[in-house]
């Protein structure tokens, strides 16, 4: 108490200067809602007029976005060929992007939830062949001394694929449910150049050939630079588990997606992540299956703990009886595991995050 003021006196005082500090809190505040009121999320169409091969830092960004914005637009197939027939890029993957996501920094995720995935043109193309991994060489061999490209026919309207090459003798009435998804998504890596072609995936993403990555998933994706550099194409109009011919159907897609961008303080990730309706599921590479295996059942795990507070000993009764695996990849340079669990299995379990 100062000497010499009335008690009643500093208790006003006191009154006066905290209800200046919640006025000044109260303003902040508006400030920060308006602001965000004057920067709201946007719906942007974008169309691609270039592609890259590599997921690569060294490029400038085509799109700068903030998280919120839904993109739509549109991917090139495999070997570089648009939704009308024509080539636009040298084969390969190439990729539409990259997109600079703004307030996005290395250490942080970006989770892409893929909005809207459509083909586009009524044909396919895939490869007579199967790959090593899948086929004693006995078998594979056979394949090496030609290269033999199939089309298909995509039949939107009734949901199917059929081959439009007759010299199948057996195999006229052959026909699959389309399911269309995206081949690649990643963003720019972290090694020597900040560099990577597009046949390659790891924890940046990249040629992840997963079929979950479709319409309604969400990718989370560790970021490695400011801005992520995201990049996404090689549409598939479906792809057994593996890819054991080497191609799936390849096709062109349009593509609807939005962003968001979960700080390193909150999340924190080594390798992508996928989550639908139905399954969280976490992946893994290496060229040893036994070690994807491991790295994929590690991020499921991480995951499990994360979300649902499980100690390893707890962890070890949900996931022996509920985990199950997809080998999604063996073509490319590493093998690619999926663990996963359905969210069912989780419902009764308290969720913290």
Not at 20 to 48: A, E, G, Y
Not at 141 to 158: H, I, M, Q, S
Request: hydrophobic residues 40%.
């Amino acid at each position: 108490m100062k000497p010499g003021v009335p008690a009643y006196r500093q208790a006003g005082l006191r009154e006066i200067l905290i209800m200046k500090f919640f006025l000044v809190i109260l303003f902040l505040s508006t400030t920060v809602l308006v602001k965000c009121q004057n920067n709201p999320s946007t719906r942007i169409h974008f169309t691609p007029t270039s592609f890259s091969n590599s997921f690569t830092l060294n490029s400038e960004p085509v799109l700068k976005i903030r998280p919120g914005d839904t993109v739509s637009t549109e991917t090139i197939d495999a070997g570089g060929f648009d939704k009308k027939g024509v080539r636009r890029q040298k084969p390969g993957n190439p990729l539409t992007g990259p997109f600079y996501i703004e307030n996005c920094s290395a250490g942080d995720v970006v989770a892409v939830t893929i909005t809207r995935l459509a083909l586009n043109r009524a044909t396919a193309f895939t490869t007579e062949s199967f790959v090593s991994r899948a086929l004693p060489k006995t078998i594979t061999n056979e394949f090496k001394k030609k290269f033999r490209l199939v089309k298909w026919n995509l039949d939107t309207l009734a949901g199917v694929a059929t081959i439009l090459d007759t010299s199948y003798e057996h195999l006229n009435n052959f026909k699959v449910p389309l399911k269309p998804f995206l081949g690649c998504i990643g963003v720019a890596p972290s090694n020597i150049k900040n560099e990577i072609l597009s046949f390659f995936q790891g924890a940046f993403g990249g040629n992840m050939d997963f079929e979950a990555v479709t319409r309604k998933a969400t990718v989370y994706l560790p970021v490695f630079h400011e801005g992520a550099y995201l990049y996404i194409g090689d549409g598939h109009a479906l792809q057994g588990h593996g890819e054991i011919a080497g191609n799936a159907l390849e096709t062109s897609l349009d593509v609807e997606f939005t962003v968001r961008v979960i700080k390193k303080e909150v999340l924190s990730l080594k390798y992508p992540r996928v989550e639908d309706s139905t399954y969280i599921m976490a992946t893994g590479f290496d060229k040893n299956l036994d070690e994807a295996l491991k790295m994929a059942t590690s991020g499921l795990l991480e995951w499990l703990q994360q979300d649902y507070h499980l100690s390893l000993q707890e962890a070890t009764q949900v996931m022996s009886t509920s985990i199950e695996y997809t080998i999604a990849e063996i073509a490319d340079p590493e093998v690619e595991v999926v663990a996963k669990i359905k969210k069912e299995a989780l419902k009764t379990l308290k969720k913290y995050n």
